[in-house]
């Protein structure tokens, strides 16, 4: 079944693309990466999805405006892969609602209706409100793909993503949860100087140094302190969070982004650390910036930090490939979350079905659920 997952993640820059071919044999899932792509928002529409985030308001009709517009550019990234069964889109999050670590909603736009539309085939979408409704945190929801992946490295192994934020996947005990910002703070800093989107490949961080004090008073910050299973975005670490806590400061803007490079560093290093990794398997946009990465392997101990590349799971497309993943399993009848790893009351199947253009036909549920999963590129 060649499923195409979309997402476009808390950098909300563009929409991430991936076609795998999916076949099940026995307990063995195998994966066919056929298809990775990247596609830029339009800069007018980038703006309008950046106005609405926290803190700033938006009204209804501007909800309503961005659904559309977004799922329309899903639908043209969509247009742009090829013939697939089945589409799998995660939208964008603009609010991940959570209160004293519990999450009361989540909202994604992008209406699943213009991608059907545009493709002909069933589309997949809102998986995360079926987790939040049974009690999880709705994140990270690519610890369903992280733990059968693993499951043939040796030794204490897990697998973290680098996004706007952080997530780390424990393959034993079995564990996800949200570590804390990824890109978002630096990103952040480097638009409100310069008006780019982020610190190509790590330059102005490489510029800089580390301000101790700053570094101290931003880990001080109480999430990274609470248990999981939890999850955060942009409702948390957002440019007014930034300006509140290193405004005081002055730093120059070299020495801003090395500090907050270095925030992500730590943080993500210290639950790395907690749980005594042998082996971490690192994907998403961090993985290109040289200096996070640098610092990550510094701080990190013993663990050894391959990048998701070497499992047949190309880094830049790691998070589509596992929303394909997640729309075989809605497909198929089969639940797409771990409850140990969300926080929910149990396993569910997730999203809502919109069907394409001719009569939904879903495939009958195979006995059991996958246990390990075989990635590879169709040119290897």
Same mark, same amino acid.
């Given at each position: ?204 961080? *490489? ?62 290093? *210290? ?10 398997? *690192? ?85 059991? *659920? ?11």
């Amino acid at each position: 079944m060649r499923v195409l997952g979309l997402i476009s993640g808390t950098s909300h820059d563009g929409i991430d693309s991936a076609v795998v071919d999916w076949s099940l044999d026995g307990d063995v899932l195998t994966g066919v990466v056929e298809h990775i792509g990247e596609r830029p928002y339009d800069a007018a529409l980038r703006a309008r999805i950046v106005a609405a985030l926290p803190p700033r308001p938006a009204d209804m009709g501007e909800v309503c405006r961005l659904d559309t517009l977004i799922g329309q550019a899903f639908a043209d990234a969509a247009a742009g892969c090829g013939p697939v069964d089945l589409v799998c889109s995660h939208g964008q999050t603009l609010y991940h609602w959570v209160e004293d670590g519990r999450v009361r909603g989540t909202l994604q736009l992008g209406q699943a209706a213009w991608i059907a539309e545009r493709t002909g085939v069933p589309v997949v979408s809102d998986l995360r409100s079926r987790d939040v409704s049974a009690g999880g945190q709705g994140a990270p929801l690519v610890s369903s793909f992280d733990l059968p992946l693993l499951a043939g490295l040796p030794g204490r192994s897990g697998a973290l993503n680098l996004g706007g934020i952080a997530n780390l996947t424990v393959r034993e005990p079995g564990l996800a949860y949200d570590t804390g910002p990824a890109s978002a703070l630096i990103d952040a800093a480097v638009a409100a100087a310069t008006g780019l989107p982020y610190d190509e490949d790590g330059r102005l961080a *490489a510029a800089g140094t580390v301000h101790e004090g700053l570094l101290t008073e931003l880990l001080a910050e109480p999430y990274y302190r609470a248990a999981p299973p939890k999850s955060t975005g942009k409702e948390l670490f957002h440019p007014g969070y930034l300006d509140a806590v290193a405004g005081p400061y002055g730093l120059a803007l070299p020495d801003l982004v090395a500090t907050l490079t270095a925030l992500t560093a730590e943080t993500a290093a *210290a639950e790395i650390r907690r749980h005594r990794l042998g082996t971490v398997v *690192a994907s998403g946009g961090g993985t290109r910036n040289p200096v996070m990465m640098a610092m990550l392997r510094e701080r990190a101990g013993e663990a050894r930090i391959v990048l998701s590349d070497e499992l047949g799971v190309p880094s830049g497309a790691k998070e589509a490939i596992a929303f394909s993943f997640l729309g075989w399993l809605t497909a198929h009848g089969l639940p797409g979350t771990v409850p140990e790893c969300t926080g929910a009351s149990g396993p569910r199947v997730l999203g809502s079905v919109t069907p394409g253009r001719g009569p939904l036909r879903l495939p009958e549920p195979p006995p059991r *659920a996958p246990a390990r999963l075989r990635m590879r590129t169709a040119s290897t």
